[in-house]
Each structure stands twice: as structure tokens, then as C-alpha cells.
């Protein structure tokens, strides 16, 4: 399901025009692996998870950096990683109930910072 616009609402900036939901094993799984750059600038990806918990990512087969916004239940930032490199597994030290992966550079130029609240 495609739906509009990921708001930083703290500091009134655009994340994404466009989003995506990752809401199933399969989705989660695969994420943006053999995707070009180009499907990421397009749609933002929404990870829901089950549970809040510290979520790993891993970056095989995905060959763009992309930057990562981890949620709590109430979508405040909690943790992120504005350069996410291919190949790589990150392990946040927060637990998170969602994940936002989104273009490279979008963490800097919407000024998103821990303790932000997020919107879609």
C-alpha cells in the first residue's frame, strides 16, 4: 500500500513525499535488497514491528547508502543512522516499534535528531 508524506512534525520538515509499508516477514526481510537507488528516493520504507525491541538491519545486496530512523511506539526517534553503507548489519542500541529507511541525507536535511516526533 502506497500513502503520502513522513513529517518531522518537531521541526515541520518533509522526510519522504511517499511511503511504504514493510508490515510482513517477507517485506522486512527483503527490504530494499536488488532495488535500484532510485526505488528508495521514490518510496520510503515503514518497518512495523510486532514488538518493541532492538531490531537489527542489514544491508546485503543493497548497493546505495541509505540513512535509518529507528521509532518508539508514540514515533519519536530513538536512535538513527544517516549513512547506513551496503553490506552492512547495524545493531541499534534502542528498542524500536518502527524503522524508517529513507535517501541518504535525508536525516541532515530535515534536521531530524533523537527525541523527535515523526508522523504519516
Given at each position: 500500500?502506497t500513502?503520502f508524506?513522513?513529517?518531522?512534525?518537531?521541526k515541520?520538515?518533509?522526510?519522504?513525499?511517499r511511503?511504504?509499508f514493510?508490515?510482513?516477514f517477507w517485506?522486512q526481510?527483503?527490504?530494499?535488497?536488488?532495488?535500484?537507488?532510485?526505488?528508495?528516493?521514490?518510496?520510503?520504507?515503514?518497518?512495523?514491528?510486532?514488538?518493541?525491541?532492538?531490531?537489527?538491519?542489514h544491508m546485503?545486496?543493497v548497493f546505495?547508502?541509505?540513512?535509518?530512523?529507528?521509532?518508539d511506539?508514540?514515533?519519536?526517534v530513538v536512535?538513527?543512522?544517516?549513512?547506513?553503507?551496503?553490506f552492512?548489519v547495524?545493531?541499534p542500541?534502542s528498542k524500536?516499534?518502527?524503522?524508517l529507511e529513507?535517501p541518504?541525507?535525508?536525516?541532515s536535511?530535515?534536521?531530524?535528531?533523537v527525541g523527535d516526533?515523526i508522523?504519516?
Amino acid at each position: 500500500m502506497t500513502c503520502f508524506m513522513i513529517l518531522n512534525i518537531t521541526k515541520q520538515t518533509v522526510l519522504a513525499e511517499r511511503k511504504k509499508f514493510c508490515d510482513s516477514f517477507w517485506k522486512q526481510l527483503s527490504g530494499l535488497m536488488f532495488r535500484p537507488e532510485k526505488y528508495v528516493k521514490k518510496h520510503s520504507l515503514i518497518f512495523k514491528f510486532n514488538r518493541v525491541a532492538r531490531q537489527p538491519f542489514h544491508m546485503f545486496f543493497v548497493f546505495y547508502p541509505i540513512d535509518i530512523i529507528f521509532l518508539d511506539e508514540k514515533k519519536c526517534v530513538v536512535e538513527f543512522n544517516d549513512c547506513f553503507m551496503p553490506f552492512e548489519v547495524y545493531h541499534p542500541k534502542s528498542k524500536a516499534k518502527y524503522a524508517l529507511e529513507l535517501p541518504t541525507g535525508t536525516i541532515s536535511s530535515s534536521y531530524t535528531e533523537v527525541g523527535d516526533h515523526i508522523s504519516w
